[in-house]
């Protein structure tokens, strides 16, 4: 054998023993990795749940969301406000006074974004939010075991809870993944934090769920060419009843000259349907425009509901479907 030969035989000899060192170093990487996800990730902190959570739009992908979706419909903060003058007439006509607004809140973009959150998803956040709540009272931390739940439920779960930590209104959360799937957390009983989670969100979502409708039904018409409609939203607007009582409505929504009228709650409802009974009724408002939502009531229950009181009684779930039918009686697409 040439010496040439010999030489090229070592270096492959080199070469193979090298790129055996190199697959004997993953190999035992992936071991490593291996026997870590066996014994568990450990704890994961409230900012590490990216892989439990939906991708984020990049900004080309939000820029063309944002130019596709219709203009906002706010709700004014001030009575003056020339939008309001109809709405208000048509509460005037029925001897109901508005007397105050609600200020804007700090931060209520990012409020209204966890709303959303909860009332688009809320069969997946229902356990956790559940839990969440019934701790608002005592500030004691929650565990949950999220292990049985669907995939798509614990993404949400751990969605909402990292957006509460991030808001300040969890304390503490920390998720433990594989084998664990155990949610510890706590709530912040800042008054702010109390108020949304016991009920506040629901209201936001509706409001935020009619403005978005009532905007692309705006925006459609528009599009046709059709005779322009303008609407006016109220959210929790304090009123004057014509017997002097005083009273809060959650929601209603005007165009045309007719209304929409939104009663939601997180609970304890019984005390409250036969008062909105009887608004509907000083309203004069058909039920299928005067909503009362619910968390956690049975189909049947609503219906039971909805046939006593003049008011159409429904699941969050159903919601959506509902102020759609709502407004397209208001605002015709034709």
Not at 145 to 160: N, R, S
């Amino acid at each position: 054998m040439s010496a040439e030969i010999q030489a090229e035989l070592h270096a492959a000899r080199a070469e193979l023993a090298r790129a055996a060192a190199a697959v004997s170093a993953a190999l035992e990487a992936v071991e490593r990795l291996a026997r870590r996800v066996e014994e568990g990730a450990g704890e994961v902190a409230a900012n590490e749940v990216a892989a439990t959570s939906p991708p984020a739009l990049d900004e080309k992908a939000a820029d063309e969301k944002a130019a596709t979706s219709p203009p906002a419909l706010s709700a004014p903060v001030d009575l003056s406000d020339p939008a309001l003058a109809p709405l208000l007439a048509l509460l005037a006509a029925k001897s109901i006074q508005v007397k105050t607004l609600p200020a804007p809140e700090e931060g209520d973009e990012h409020l209204t974004h966890i709303a959303l959150l909860m009332g688009e998803r809320y069969a997946a956040i229902r356990t956790f939010y559940q839990r969440l709540k019934s701790t608002l009272g005592s500030g004691h931390p929650l565990t949950l075991h999220l292990a049985d739940e669907p995939q798509e439920h614990v993404t949400a779960t751990c969605q909402l809870a990292t957006d509460l930590h991030n808001l300040a209104f969890l304390s503490d959360y920390k998720y433990r993944r594989s084998p664990q799937y155990l949610l510890h957390a706590r709530v912040n009983r800042l008054p702010r934090a109390l108020n949304f989670l016991a009920g506040g969100w629901l209201e936001r979502y509706a409001a935020a769920l009619a403005a978005r409708i009532a905007a692309r039904r705006l925006s459609e018409r528009g599009a046709l060419g059709l005779p322009p409609l303008r609407a006016a939203l109220l959210k929790n607007p304090q009123i004057t009843l014509p017997n002097g009582d005083d009273f809060e409505l959650d929601l209603v929504l005007e165009a045309g000259g007719e209304a929409v009228w939104v009663e939601l709650k997180t609970g304890d409802y019984q005390r409250h349907v036969a008062k909105y009974s009887r608004m509907s009724e000083l309203l004069a408002l058909p039920p299928r425009r005067a909503l009362m939502v619910l968390t956690d009531v049975s189909p049947q229950v609503c219906a039971s509901l909805s046939s006593v009181f003049q008011m159409r009684v429904l699941s969050v779930e159903e919601l959506p479907a509902a102020l759609e039918e709502a407004l397209c009686e208001l605002l015709p697409p034709r």
